[in-house]
């Protein structure tokens, strides 16, 4: 069965900094490009950040470009997500998603992770 | 960058079809993904490429794409469907993947 966890969220104060973790288990983790998706409490599902399977690849909405790094580490079946400089627009629940085979949308997603930022 | 538009809300009576729309500039020359979000869970696709359906999800929903607007169509509506429905595409332009605003699918 394929499964994502993420871990990492949590309260931090303005200006901080996290790091979100997704451990994923049931298929080939190397083999397929990986997403963070987030969601402000209230609001609609917002793209963040997308990695290749390889990782020589990443992409970046412009909100988060400059603050947030996406990286994975494939021997580990782990993809992460760097959050700096955070805001309290970066409060939200932070998902991480898998990319369908032949990639650009999300087939498989975590339970979430929420980061809430307080001054 | 590319938008996309969902009306908020949509509502429908049990039994009767619900129609999901998505507008977006000549969206019918890309490929639509549709997620399904019920409250205090993770969102679930439930059409990708437009029309396929993943194993698990029922024949009662389908997809369409032409023009300036995709739809997704939900037969037979049941109490169960009630949730939050996201539209999705990749901006080649930008590499970035898009959603919609999301629509609350009410059923009456």
């Known amino acids: 069965e394929v499964q994502l966890l993420e871990s990492g969220g949590g309260l931090v104060q303005t200006g901080g900094s996290l790091r979100l973790s997704c451990a994923a288990s049931?298929?080939?983790?190397?083999?397929?490009?990986m997403d963070w998706v987030r969601q402000a409490p209230g609001k609609g599902l917002e793209w963040v950040s997308a990695?290749?399977?390889?990782?020589?690849?990443?992409h970046y909405a412009d909100s988060v470009k400059g603050r947030f790094t996406i990286s994975r580490d494939n021997s580990k079946n782990t993809l992460y997500l760097q959050v700096n400089s955070l805001r309290a627009d970066d409060t939200a629940v932070y998902y991480c998603?898998?990319?369908?085979?032949?990639?650009?949308?999300?087939?498989?997603w975590g339970k979430g992770t929420t980061v809430t930022v307080s001054s | 960058s590319y938008v996309l538009t969902q009306p908020p809300s949509v509502s429908v009576a049990p039994g009767k079809t619900a129609r999901i729309t998505c507008g977006g500039n000549?969206?019918?020359?890309?490929?639509v993904h549709w997620y399904r979000q019920k409250p205090g869970q993770a969102p679930v696709l439930v059409i990708s490429?437009?029309?396929d359906r993943p194993s698990g999800i029922p024949e009662r929903f389908s997809g369409s794409n032409s023009g300036n607007t995709a739809t997704l169509t939900i037969s037979r509506v049941e109490a169960g469907d009630e949730a939050d429905y996201y539209c999705?595409?990749?901006?080649?332009?930008?590499?970035?993947?898009?959603f919609g605003g999301g629509t609350k699918l009410t059923v009456l």
């Open positions: 998603a898998k990319e369908g085979a032949v990639s650009y949308y999300m087939d498989v």
């Open positions: 049931g298929f080939t983790f190397s083999s397929c490009a």
């Open positions: 990695i290749s399977g390889s990782g020589h690849s990443t």
């Open positions: 000549n969206i019918g020359s890309e490929s």
């Open positions: 490429y437009d029309s």
């Open positions: 999705q595409v990749w901006d080649t332009s930008s590499d970035h993947r898009v």
